[in-house]
């Protein structure tokens, strides 16, 4: 069958990405189903292009030079619910928004992606990245994921062991032009109960009787959340960001009692035990970016000329209007170096990168 595709040229990639910063794709295409998207595949082949998918923009930056292959936009939508055995199995399109499908879970009574509520973008992103939040991440219930491949040009059903999982990334963040996600599906517990591991989280709940709902928890999630600008919200000053720009670190025990002890010659912190370290796995503890951020001088609100870091949330670099792309990236090697000449860990950034000719972040990499 053939499917005809509406590709446009020079197309501002601004509008679709929640930091409005980048430039222009050269050849653009929104697919809405996995016949659409092989037919973009075929077309980008003929014409030797490059290609990326584009989801929801709320993780992406875009270089100011723009894309000049062709972008993908995921428009494919649908969710399906199916009891199997003692698990319910909850299918998502790609292009399906995230909350709503939370929101969908959490009012079905599902378990097991409630603490997830109010992350912007899109159901397929969120492997990509191994979205998490508030003690619940998408590996712990991500049970197939349908995939196009673009070598092959067939669909392909993923098992969770397949997709790479990692902390904050996956095997689609280190091979992003191989495959493109056109479903997932979750295992998820009916009438289970809702996940509560993180302090502030449990503090919500402290005062009040029995266990939470899921609905309660997803509003005690989205309330943090506003608390700090983590939802897109039209208005909101910080809105024009990436979420968490870099990734809490993971170190050994040893190089974090270094740093302990480190902040308390500095004055930064009273007591070796005040340093936000939390176990992470067996021998390795991971530690607040956003700490080290703050320590380092960068305190919410800083503002260098159009970018800066969120009033709310020291792990945020907000633009504010007006800025480049240049303009952030310089930002962000200046937190990198200075985080890295203090305390000698060079911090991972969390979003993808589109149209750079390097590593944009490389650069302070060499000091
Ligand atoms: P926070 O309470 O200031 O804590 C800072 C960091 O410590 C968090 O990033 C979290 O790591 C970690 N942490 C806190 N309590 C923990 C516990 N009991 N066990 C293990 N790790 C713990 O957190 P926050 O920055 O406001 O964020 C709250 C949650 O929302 C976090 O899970 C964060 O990842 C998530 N969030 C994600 C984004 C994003 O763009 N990806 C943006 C905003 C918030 P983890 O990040 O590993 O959970």
């Known amino acids: 069958m053939h499917n005809d595709i509406a590709v446009r040229e020079d197309i501002p990639l601004a509008p679709y990405c929640s930091l409005e910063l980048g430039g222009t794709a050269r050849f653009f295409v929104s697919v809405n189903d996995s016949a659409e998207l092989i037919e973009a595949f075929k077309w980008a082949d003929r014409k030797r292009l490059r290609v990326v998918i584009l989801g929801g923009g709320t993780n992406l930056v875009v270089a100011d030079q723009g894309f000049d292959g062709l972008v993908i936009k995921m428009e494919m939508k649908g969710v399906t619910i199916k009891r199997q055995g003692s698990y319910t199995k909850l299918t998502a399109s790609a292009g399906e928004a995230w909350d709503r499908l939370v929101e969908f879970s959490v009012r079905e009574k599902l378990a097991g992606i409630e603490c997830l509520s109010g992350i912007p973008g899109l159901a397929g992103s969120t492997v990509v990245q191994n979205v998490g939040a508030y003690g619940q991440e998408v590996s712990q219930s991500v049970v197939e994921v349908v995939v196009v491949d673009r070598r092959t040009r067939r669909e392909r059903t993923l098992q969770p062991l397949e997709c790479g999982f990692d902390y904050r990334a996956s095997w689609f963040k280190k091979n992003p032009h191989s495959m493109a996600i056109v479903s997932v599906s979750f295992a998820l517990r009916p009438d289970g109960a809702a996940t509560l591991t993180y302090p502030e989280l449990i503090s919500e709940f402290r005062a009040k009787s029995g266990l939470p709902s899921l609905l309660h928890v997803r509003e005690a999630i989205i309330d943090l959340r506003r608390s700090k600008s983590m939802l897109y919200e039209i208005g909101d000053e910080n809105r024009r960001?990436?979420?968490?720009?870099?990734?809490?670190?993971?170190?050994?025990?040893?190089?974090?009692?270094?740093?302990?002890?480190?902040?308390?010659?500095?004055?930064?912190?009273?007591?070796?035990?005040?340093?936000?370290?939390?176990?992470?796995?067996?021998?390795?503890?991971?530690?607040?970016?956003?700490?080290?951020?703050?320590?380092?001088?960068?305190?919410?609100?800083?503002?260098?000329?159009?970018?800066?870091?969120?009033?709310?949330?020291?792990?945020?670099?907000?633009?504010?209007?007006?800025?480049?792309?240049?303009?952030?990236?310089?930002?962000?090697?200046?937190?990198?170096?200075?985080?890295?000449?203090?305390?000698g860990i060079l911090l991972r950034p969390e979003p993808t990168f589109l149209g750079f000719a390097h590593d944009p972040l490389v650069e302070s990499e060499a000091e």
Do not use: M
């Not at 025990?253 to 500095?266: G, H, L, P």
């Open 241 to 343: 960001s990436v979420g968490s720009f870099f990734c809490n670190p993971i170190l050994s025990r040893q190089e974090a009692r270094k740093i302990s002890r480190f902040a308390v010659e500095r004055s930064l912190i009273r007591t070796e035990e005040e340093i936000p370290l939390y176990s992470y796995d067996q021998g390795r503890v991971k530690l607040s970016a956003a700490w080290l951020i703050e320590a380092a001088g960068f305190s919410k609100g800083y503002r260098d000329g159009n970018v800066g870091i969120s009033s709310r949330h020291a792990l945020a670099l907000v633009h504010h209007g007006g800025g480049t792309t240049s303009e952030l990236i310089d930002f962000a090697n200046l937190i990198r170096r200075t985080v890295k000449r203090l305390f």
